[in-house]
């Protein structure tokens, strides 16, 4: 094979993936596929979905590796867990425990196999492909906590033979089995606040910021909804373990402490009006809303509304220098791109 014909295939390799997604190996010309790991040597991520939110996708990380819900079931003198893992590419992934309580009798797939440490923590090397973990622990008495990695989101834990529907975890996905929470016996509470910014763009994107100050003892909670109407949910980044119902509300499993999730959603086809939705749950009684114009796509004015001075909100620094209003404004298009756009309020 000629020094051009590699170097084709590098770039067929590499820099496909970024337009189209991954190209199967099946469909690479079979001259080229004894070649495919060779070209793709320290490329291999390059065949993982991006996570969403980054400004430049050529410095946007991925995920190669996605944990199932880890299923916890553990008594007095003995523990047992079980998780699926689907990876994109061969990786490390990681196990609950630490090295007091290490994972034994650990199998993948049903087949034996080796825990191995990393700065103490369990863990080991799956190839690509969906696996199955279990594994048992045991020790002289019930723990009063066990790790867990931070990768994991959803945990089942069952602690003597009895459910726990909220898992007692902190900021380090340490997991409590025994600790009689502070927080417990504090009067149950939930505030929140609610920042959007309405990019002008084709489609138009609302970015929902929601910031929860949660009190009492850890619970599951049905949100307002987030979405107006006609709009998909395309990203949702959350520090706890969060969905989006079909009617646009938000299920938050929440405990003690203040948190901040942040929605992302674009409008399905053109936009003639856009209203604020009932929020139908807990959520904010107010509001701010924020307008970024796209000058290159059209020209907008806002007017009819009361303008805030962002400097007196508590708006992300990144969302201060845009236009700011107290309520959602009302968008007069200039341009001969996009008709009148009208926002406002539906409560």
């Known amino acids: ?29 079979s001259p080229l596929q004894p070649w495919t790991d060779w070209v793709m040597r320290g490329h291999e991520t390059e065949v993982c979905p991006f996570l969403l939110g980054a400004d430049d996708p050529a410095t946007a990380s991925r995920q190669c590796a996605w944990p199932g819900r880890l299923a916890l079931d553990l008594g007095e003198k003995e523990g047992r867990f079980s998780q699926d893992w689907n990876l994109q590419i061969s990786g490390y992934v990681p196990l609950p425990g630490e090295e007091a309580h290490w994972p034994l009798e650990l199998t993948v797939d049903g087949r034996p196999a080796a825990a191995v440490a990393n700065d103490g923590a369990p863990g080991l090397w799956l190839p690509a492909g969906r696996h199955t973990l279990a594994g048992v622990f045991r020790w002289d008495s019930l723990p009063e906590s066990l790790d867990l990695s931070q990768e994991v989101g959803l945990v089942a834990l069952r602690v003597r033979g009895a459910a726990v529907p909220f898992p007692d975890r902190d900021a380090d996905g340490r997991i409590f089995l025994q600790r009689t929470s502070t927080a417990g016996t504090e009067a149950e509470s939930l505030q929140a606040i ?4 309405v990019v002008d763009t084709v489609p138009l994107v609302l970015v929902t910021r929601i910031e929860l100050a949660v009190a009492g003892k850890a619970r599951e909670v049905l949100l307002g909804r987030a979405l107006p ?15 989006v119902e079909p009617d646009g509300r938000l299920r938050v ?30 959520w904010a009684n107010e509001e ?34 845009r236009s700011c209003f107290s309520t959602p404004p009302r ?16 409560r």
């Open 253 to 282: 499993q929440v405990r003690p402490g203040s948190w901040t999730l942040e929605l992302v959603g674009r409008h399905d086809g053109p936009v003639a009006a856009l209203t604020a939705p009932v929020p139908g749950g807990p």
């Open 331 to 346: 968008l007069y298009s200039k341009g001969a791109m996009q008709s009148l756009i009208a926002i406002g309020w539906d």
């Open 1 to 29: 094979m000629t020094r051009r014909s590699l170097l084709t295939l590098a770039l067929f390799l590499t820099a496909l993936p970024l337009a189209a997604g991954p190209i199967p190996k099946d469909r690479i010309p």
């Open 194 to 197: 609610v920042h959007r910014r």
């Open 288 to 321: 701010i809303w924020v307008f970024e114009a796209q000058p290159d796509l059209r020209l907008a004015d806002v007017e009819g509304v009361t303008a805030v001075d962002p400097q007196q909100t508590n708006l992300p620094e990144e969302w201060r220098p």
């Open 229 to 243: 109407d006609r709009f998909l949910p395309l990203e949702l980044k959350s520090p706890l373990p969060a969905r």
